[in-house]
């Protein structure tokens, strides 16, 4: 099985940086993955990492430690559109749950 | 992502009825997972299909709740006799294989949303 754990809620402001962290238990690690999921709306791909270190995109940033079963996402200069739930999802490499998702961090942004 | 087409985008039901929510993945992608969002929970996965295959139905409701993928056509949620409880949205996903990289992100359709009455 998994044990997925992320923040429920975080707040930040606006032009602000902010991280959100993802820590795993899982067997067979086949990378990860992080979606963020605006209201009512469907999850949309944000990163993936499969080796350890940072992988950077735009305003967004992800970190992987497998060692440590850790990853975060680093939002940089926030906007009020990245008001949304960001979700961590690590991936097996067998059949079983392959995909499955954390509870989800919903983040605040503030004017 | 577009590619992936659910429908309907909504639908109400009687308690006792039986609702079916149909997907299309992405053009080349031969797996499929639905799962379900409750109002201000997280994704629960249901289960993961492969074209005449269910791979793993570990997060199906051992009752009422079913799934295909055939050969040709969507994959189709069976939801039998639906309770309110049911009221949910259930979101489908596709990729083109389970195997390593980022080749084998999922991509999701905009969801199905389900309101028993």
């Known amino acids: 099985g998994q044990n997925i754990d992320q923040p429920t809620e975080m707040t930040a402001t606006e032009g602000a940086i902010v991280q959100i962290n993802c820590t795993y238990q899982?067997?067979?690690?086949?990378?990860l993955f992080w979606y963020q999921q605006h209201a009512g709306e469907a999850p949309t791909f944000l990163s993936y990492?499969?080796?350890?270190g940072l992988e950077e995109k735009g305003r967004f940033s992800s970190f992987l430690s497998r060692s440590k079963g850790y990853s975060y996402l680093l939002l940089k200069e926030l906007q009020m559109k990245d008001s949304a739930s960001y979700l961590c999802?690590?991936?097996?490499?067998?059949?079983?749950?392959?995909?499955?998702f954390g509870p989800g961090t919903r983040l605040s942004v503030l004017p | 992502n577009a590619g992936v087409m659910q429908n309907p985008r909504h639908l109400v039901r009687r308690r006792g009825q039986e609702a079916r929510l149909r997907c299309s993945p992405m053009?080349?992608?031969?797996?499929v997972y639905w799962y379900r969002q409750l109002p201000e929970e997280g994704l629960k996965f249901m289960v993961y299909?492969?074209?005449?295959?269910?791979?793993?139905e570990s997060g199906m409701p051992k009752e009422r709740f079913s799934a295909e993928f055939p050969k040709e056509g969507p994959s189709i949620l069976r939801i039998q006799q639906v309770v309110r409880g049911d009221s949910a949205a259930y979101f489908c996903a596709s990729s083109n294989n389970s195997g390593t990289g980022i080749g084998n992100t999922i991509y999701f359709g905009e969801g199905s949303w389900l309101t028993v009455v």
């Open positions: 299909l492969q074209k005449e295959n269910i791979i793993d």
């Open positions: 999802a690590p991936r097996r490499n067998n059949y079983g749950q392959n995909f499955v």
């Open positions: 053009k080349g992608h031969s797996h």
């Open positions: 990492n499969v080796l350890d």
């Open positions: 899982t067997s067979g690690f086949n990378g």
